[in-house]
């Protein structure tokens, strides 16, 4: 298994549409969870950061974070085609060995206009 | 404020030749770290430096594979005698403090061997 689990997609929906993305995990040591947007031929670009569990929202963009079922969630409303990408989600065990993020494979996003 | 740079954007190397990837981080930032993305695969950590030190590298390939990060000058990826596994987009990330979560990513690079 996997330590983090993400639907590569693709993910099609109307322009509009709320969208939700997941990832889930298998090490219950993992502390921070951050969503990417990379486009394409582009570097990650932050969006999200939460520490723990809990909601964070941002603008159009909520993060939802459900350690008892280790699951991350990223809610996109009133969707845009420009919020067409590749979202990234990433985890880090701040008292593991590695200092480095962990990466799902990164859901594609297709928003219809 | 210049992002994190990367250069250079695409490098083409045949095989059993050498690949030299640079990284000036973010002014301000003394914290690097290096990823490699696979096709269809997600970011993998590499290796994590500081200036003149590197202090985690427990992605890194034992073989073929170094990073430096010099007191002067951009941090060095470097793949001795490539082979064509080694094709894939490696980026570098930045980060002011040292917490991995607050890092910025350049655009990569990608390495094709042929």
């Known amino acids: 298994q996997k330590e983090v689990e993400q639907d590569p997609g693709p993910l099609s929906v109307p322009e509009g549409a709320i969208v939700s993305l997941n990832c889930t995990y298998s090490?219950?040591?993992?502390?921070?969870f951050m969503w990417y947007r990379q486009y394409s031929r582009k570097g990650p670009e932050l969006l999200m950061y939460t520490y723990s569990s809990g909601n964070k929202e941002d603008g159009r963009f909520t993060a939802q974070v459900d350690k008892s079922s280790k699951y991350i969630s990223l809610f996109i409303r009133d969707s845009q085609p420009s919020d067409s990408a590749t979202y990234l989600c990433a985890m880090m065990d701040p008292g593991g060995g590695a200092d480095g993020l962990t990466f799902g494979k990164g859901t594609h996003l297709i928003i219809q206009p | 404020n210049a992002g994190v740079m990367q250069n250079p954007r695409h490098l083409v190397r045949r095989r059993g030749q050498e690949a030299r990837l640079r990284c000036s981080p973010m002014k301000g930032h003394s914290h690097v770290y290096w990823y490699r993305q696979l096709p269809e695969e997600g970011l993998k950590f590499m290796v994590y430096l500081q200036k003149e030190n590197i202090i985690d590298e427990s992605g890194m390939p034992k073989e073929r594979f170094s990073a430096e990060f010099p007191k002067e000058g951009p941090s060095i990826l470097r793949i001795q005698q490539v082979v064509r596994g080694d094709s894939a987009a490696y980026f570098c990330?930045?980060?002011?403090?040292?917490?991995?979560?607050?890092?910025?990513f350049g655009q990569g690079t990608r390495l094709t061997v042929v």
């Open positions: 990330a930045s980060s002011q403090s040292g917490f991995n979560t607050e890092a910025f």
């Open positions: 090490n219950s040591a993992f502390q921070y």
